[in-house]
Structures are given as structure tokens and as C-alpha cells.
Nanobody
Framework: VQLQASGGGLVQFGDSLRLSCAAS????????TSWFRQARGKEREFLAA????????TYARSVKGRFTISRDDAQNRAYLQMIRLKPEDTAVYYC????????????????????WGQGTLVTVSS
């Protein structure tokens, strides 16, 4: 499956933003789908994952309560809704897809994923 992330941009402290991950060459309902981000000079960080059946989600502690992952199977897209954005949320955001088992035993491990989107930059000004 090929992924393309979009929706990034420049926002202000406290704003909301929704990122989109469009899939082609496969259906996201066959994968664990996740969002990661990478700030300048830092390692790629897991943010959220949604299970293959779409019934379960898990979040990193740093974003739980502010970020929400979802999936629209009719559109073959995944989303990351972000609220109360902070300057420390500034990063390139990536969506990724991996096998069903990824959700259960390794959603935070980048090596578990077989497909990555190209990234979309989110900049939060103070």
C-alpha cells in the first residue's frame, strides 16, 4: 500500500489541525495504521495507532487527550485530529501501515511498518 500524508501547515498555539493519510494500492482496513512525527534533530516518535478492524486505538502519553486517530474505510483514508497544539508539536508528521499484529505487539516500533507516507510539516507558533 502507498501512503500520502497531507494537511500540515503553520498554525498558532492552541489551534487545531487535521492531518489526512490517503492510501492507494491497498486498503487501510487490512493494516494497522499509525501516525508518527519527527522533530528536527530528534528520533521519530510514535503518536497513535488504530487496529486493522478499526475498533481499537492507542496513543502515546504525550498526545493522549489532544490527538485522535480515525479511519474512513469508504475514503480509504486515516486521519489525525490534533487540538490544543503547542510549539513542541512542531515536526514532520508521517503515517504508516503495518501488519495486523503490529498493533498488538509493537505499534511504537518503526521497524514494524511496511509502508510510510512522505510526511507533512506542522509548525506551531507561540
Amino acid at each position: 500500500v502507498q501512503l500520502q500524508a497531507s494537511g500540515g501547515g503553520l498554525v498558532q498555539f492552541g489551534d487545531s489541525l487535521r492531518l489526512s493519510c490517503a492510501a492507494s494500492g491497498g486498503t487501510l482496513s487490512g493494516y494497522t495504521t499509525s501516525w508518527f512525527r519527527q522533530a528536527r534533530g530528534k528520533e521519530r516518535e510514535f503518536l497513535a495507532a488504530i487496529s486493522r478492524n478499526g475498533l481499537r486505538t492507542t496513543y502515546a502519553r504525550s498526545v493522549k487527550g489532544r490527538f485522535t486517530i480515525s479511519r474512513d474505510d469508504a475514503q480509504n483514508r486515516a486521519y489525525l485530529q490534533m487540538i490544543r497544539l503547542k510549539p513542541e508539536d512542531t515536526a514532520v508528521y508521517y503515517c504508516a501501515a503495518g501488519p495486523e499484529g503490529t498493533f498488538h505487539h509493537g505499534p511504537i516500533q518503526t521497524g514494524e511498518y511496511t509502508s510510510w507516507g512522505q510526511g507533512t510539516l506542522v509548525t506551531v507558533s507561540s
